[in-house]
């Protein structure tokens, strides 16, 4: 079986690494709404993208996972066992052979995740998991992930009944990627972050250290969200795959494209899960009785923030007309230039948005009074104007030490000027 | 006893009730749902790492129709019922049950 707890969280880096494979934590309004931003730009042919960067990652990370494994019952109940332990819902490879199969379900967090979120889709959702069995079939049976094929026939979305996904041999369906470079990660500095009764090391232990529940259809259902343990490079191939088309056939425009549509992604994220986060029974329980003060909980929620995965956050300055969080090895900037190499623009899309969002569910949004996170709210917060804007004034992946994001409000911009988008190296 | 129940806003095919008590929740609670083969009852103590910290819990029957999340200590818990046809039989038995409780 599997078992995430198995593997240790690096509490230097902040990073939980599985087979290989950065994971991260993200809900299902961060997941389906960055790949409805993707899907909704027509005249890019995502599907291909989204399928090949699951198959990329899942590919990877079972092909290592498995190596000591030799026998294929055993391969595919440690793939079913990560699928589920993932949050991704419930999967059956039994009737899986290296020519491939049709895999079956009731349960996935793509599908169920998207018409949750919004209402029935036309057409099937599940690009991630079919990536994920495309690269499961030829980690299980050791093929070249360039000879196998997977499509989603049917989907729970659409309001049929099950998933249906057909995988087969040969030239594959989607987009095989250059093969990534190793990681590197900078070194971090001391850097003197504000004085706070917050124990912000502590809390991060803590949450890293919190079983993460796992119900009969495979779903993580928690802080009032289904929750996934998903890899890092996943979000980071489908966002700069997609930038890099949007530029291509567009040409510098792509990136304000793309910056936009991730960063307004990182507000969404923020706002349903650090908000479902910060209204919730564990957040009163571990974390509540040390705040005093609105700039506590600011720190309270980066430090729950660095048991996510998503790299070292140090709150630099925090104030309730604007903050400054300094992040070493985000992990959009690790992955980034994995992939690309170094970039001429700054990419650290999700933690601008996400940085942002806090500003504005703590200072303008008086979450600790547990309001409800509704769309109408997040519209009220985030669309009228006059909410948290943020900017990245450093980004790893351009070279710099580190990411750095400042957040402020419109009038304290100088000029004015709208301050999200993409960043320019400080 | 249940001082207030508030239905509070949940995004997913459920119904959430936030149900303020008259006393702080304690381990009394969790001898209604002893039962096993019937509940999970899970908890977890971070007061080694944070020991101003409560212990959080969480309690689900195998079948998934509701879910208990609280912590020992605060004087709330929230119940998030999954909508359809048993929803009210499961929200009548867990208010019940908080009612109950000093």
């Known amino acids: ?426 | 006893m249940i001082k207030a129940a508030e239905k509070v806003y949940d995004c997913l095919h459920r119904e959430r009730y936030r149900y303020t008590l008259d006393s702080p929740v304690d381990t009394g609670l969790f001898a209604h749902y002893a039962d096993a083969d019937a509940f999970q009852v899970a908890v977890y103590d971070a007061k080694h790492l944070l020991p101003q910290a409560r212990v959080i819990f969480r309690i689900e029957p195998r079948d998934g129709s509701f879910l208990i999340n609280g912590a020992l200590g605060l004087d709330y818990v929230t119940v998030t019922y999954l909508r359809g046809a048993p929803m009210a039989a499961a929200r009548a038995t867990q208010e019940a049950i908080l009612a109950r409780l000093p």
Not at chain 1, 106 to 120: A, D, M, N, Q, V
Not at chain 1, 257 to 281: K, Q, R, W, Y
Not at chain 1, 364 to 376: V, Y
Not at chain 1, 398 to 414: C, F, K, S, V
């Open chain 1, 1 to 426: 079986m599997f078992d995430f707890a198995e593997f240790d969280y690096d509490f230097v880096a902040n990073r939980l690494v599985v087979g290989g494979e950065p994971m991260v934590l993200h809900c299902h309004h961060y997941n389906v709404f960055l790949q409805r931003s993707i899907q909704d730009a027509e005249y890019i042919d995502s599907a291909p993208i989204l399928v090949g960067a699951a198959a990329e990652v899942a590919f990877a990370q079972l092909t290592d996972l498995l190596a000591r494994t030799a026998d294929i019952p055993a391969r595919k109940a440690t793939v079913e066992a990560l699928y589920r332990a993932s949050g991704l819902g419930l999967i059956d490879l039994g009737a899986l052979t290296e020519r491939g199969g049709d895999v079956r379900t009731r349960s996935t967090h793509y599908s169920i995740g998207w018409k949750e979120k919004f209402g029935r889709s036309r057409t099937p959702v599940d690009f991630f998991s079919t990536g994920f069995l495309a690269g499961a079939l030829a980690a299980i049976y050791g093929l070249p992930l360039a000879d196998v094929q997977a499509r989603q026939t049917a989907c729970l979305s659409t309001g049929v009944t099950e998933d249906v996904f057909v995988l087969g041999r040969g030239p594959a369906n989607f987009t095989i990627f250059a093969q990534r470079q190793n990681p590197v990660l900078n070194p971090m500095a001391d850097d003197a972050e504000p004085a706070t009764s917050v124990d912000r090391k502590a809390i991060t232990r803590a949450v890293a250290a919190m079983p993460l529940p796992v119900n009969a259809e495979g779903l993580i259902a928690v802080f009032g969200l289904y929750l996934t343990r998903l890899h890092a490079d996943y979000y980071n191939r489908i966002s700069y795959a997609f930038e890099r088309e949007m530029t291509a056939a567009t040409g510098r425009q792509g990136v304000e494209v793309a910056a936009d549509l991730f960063i307004e992604a990182g507000h969404v994220c923020a706002f349903n899960t650090m908000g479902g986060i910060m209204t919730s029974p564990d957040w009163d329980a571990l974390v509540l009785p040390m705040l005093k003060t609105p700039e506590d909980w600011f720190h309270g929620i980066f430090a729950w923030w660095n048991a996510c995965g998503y790299g070292v956050a140090k709150v630099m300055d925090v104030s309730p007309t604007g903050a400054t969080v300094r992040i070493y090895n985000d992990y959009e900037s690790v992955g980034y230039r994995r992939m690309y190499g170094a970039a001429d623009h700054g990419i650290s899309y999700l933690v601008t948005g996400g940085v942002a969002g806090v500003m504005n569910l703590i200072y303008l949004g008086d979450i600790h009074t547990k309001p409800a996170l509704t769309t109408e709210f997040y519209d009220r917060l985030f669309k009228r104007g006059q909410a948290f804007q943020a900017r990245m004034t450093a980004c790893q992946a351009m070279g710099d030490p580190y990411t750095e994001i400042h957040a402020e409000l419109p009038e304290m911009a100088e000029g004015g000027h709208r301050l999200e988008g993409a960043g320019v190296s400080a």
